[in-house]
């Protein structure tokens, strides 16, 4: 099993980074795209100060932000907590720093003779991967586990196939649309603390990574080697668990998780979020958390 293991963390390894990458659409893709439509309408001041004055008003106008969260079949609760947190998230701090970052990469030279928006939008989404991927690495025990839990419902909730593709890292995944339509259900399913605590430590993320504090974390050899274990044992009994014939077929797909069947790769990838999940030992939990999220 511990041979298994290791494969298998090995390619979720490429996971969590490749998953937060897709969907910081969910996070701040619809702002960054209404940024640019409304700073790109032009204005007397300079086009850094224009440029931070549209981010204030957008985040700080009701119509604006209703269109954004208008994109996601959320409750109006959630809708909510996706508003405060495009509110939260775009503070004068964030606002210096992505302005500093454009204007590095000359985004703001001669924008009126340049009107490719699609480029502007993604070195904006290019600025906020980087922070994000960072970020992770600096989160708080607290915060890997709200960034998990997500995880944990998107396995629940993709399709047999894309289900596969996640848990083999097939990067082709993140860029369809089942994939986000998998996502959106995922955070339907969360309960609205959940959903709460999942943006609130991406927030943590963004913000941890500008301010360069905490340090980040670094995983060891030794800590590869104790997550394998720990996975192992909580992988089998997951799988004990499951009827005999079940657990023969997933314990085949585990073995070759690239040709087995989306059904029983699917399953066994449920499988290894719900072991990971009942570790209850804080710090042998944390450590997994911390693989899994930064590795």
Not at 18 to 31: D, E, K, N, P, R
Not at 59 to 64: A, F, G, N, R, S
Not at 123 to 135: D, E, P, R
Not at 150 to 166: A, E, I
Request: some cysteine; glycine content about 4%; charged content about 30%.
């Amino acid at each position: 099993m511990n041979k298994i293991i290791e494969q298998i963390t090995s390619k979720l390894n490429n996971l969590p980074k490749s998953t937060l990458q897709a969907l910081i659409g969910a996070v701040v893709a619809a702002v960054i795209v209404v940024i640019a439509v409304v700073f790109f309408m032009g204005g007397p001041t300079t086009p850094q100060e224009q440029f931070k004055e549209t981010i204030k008003t957008v985040v700080t106008t009701d119509k604006y932000l209703d269109q954004m969260a208008s994109g996601y079949k959320f409750s109006d609760s959630k809708k909510e907590l996706l508003k405060n947190h495009y509110k939260e998230l775009f503070d004068d701090e964030m606002i210096d720093y992505l302005t500093n970052a454009l204007d590095k990469k000359g985004l703001f030279e001669n924008k009126k003779e340049n009107k490719n928006k699609s480029v502007w939008i993604a070195t904006s989404m290019q600025i906020f991967n980087a922070l994000s991927l960072q970020g992770l690495r600096r989160l708080t025990p607290e915060d890997r586990e709200k960034s998990m839990v997500f995880n944990r419902y998107l396995v629940k909730t993709l399709s047999p196939r894309d289900c596969k593709m996640f848990v083999n890292g097939d990067r082709r995944l993140f860029a369809s649309s089942s994939f986000q339509s998998g996502s959106s259900r995922a955070f339907n399913q969360m309960t609205d603390d959940e959903y709460a605590g999942y943006l609130s430590s991406l927030r943590n993320a963004f913000k941890a990574e500008i301010r360069d504090n905490p340090k980040r974390v670094e995983v060891t050899a030794g800590e590869k080697e104790k997550v394998q274990a720990l996975l192992a044992d909580a992988i089998d009994e997951e799988l004990n668990k499951q009827p005999s014939g079940l657990k023969a077929r997933l314990q085949r797909a585990a073995d070759d998780l690239d040709r087995a069947n989306p059904v029983d790769a699917c399953k066994f990838g449920r499988i290894i979020y719900d072991a990971a999940a009942s570790i209850t030992n804080p710090e042998d939990r944390d450590l997994v958390n911390k693989i899994l999220l930064t590795d």
